[in-house]
């Protein structure tokens, strides 16, 4: 059974970085799409960043563009998400998704495109 577990989640000043880890168990890793996405209390699931199965393609929000970087180890079953330049309104749930594509499949910024997703981590970003 597929399971993804985050990690990294902290409370950080305004202006700092963070990288969020999600390991990925019960499959072949390079079989699947990976997306980051987060939610804040009172607001809807947002799409964080995205990486093709190959890791050749990879997508990001607006609001992340520039500031954040998704990659991927698929030796150690691990996808990242490098945060910097922090901001109070980055404060939120941060989840991992995978689903399972062939490898010309880009990424996929659309939640119901994954099956199978982590229970989250908080990150905390303080002014």
């Known amino acids: 059974q597929i399971q993804l577990v985050e990690s990294g989640g902290d409370v950080v000043q305004a202006g700092g970085s963070l990288r969020l880890s999600c390991t990925f168990s019960g499959g072949t890793f390079s079989y699947y799409g990976l997306g980051w996405f987060r939610q804040a209390p009172g607001k809807d699931r947002e799409f964080v960043a995205a990486?093709?199965?190959?890791?050749?393609?990879?997508l990001y929000g607006d609001s992340v563009k520039g500031r954040f970087t998704i990659s991927r180890d698929n030796g150690r079953k691990q996808a990242y998400l490098q945060m910097n330049s922090l901001k109070p309104e980055d404060t939120a749930v941060y989840s991992c998704a995978a689903r399972r594509t062939i490898l010309s499949v880009p990424a996929s910024r659309a939640h119901d495109d994954y099956t199978y997703w982590g229970q989250g981590t908080q990150v905390t970003v303080f002014p």
């Open positions: 990486i093709s199965r190959g890791g050749g393609d990879s």
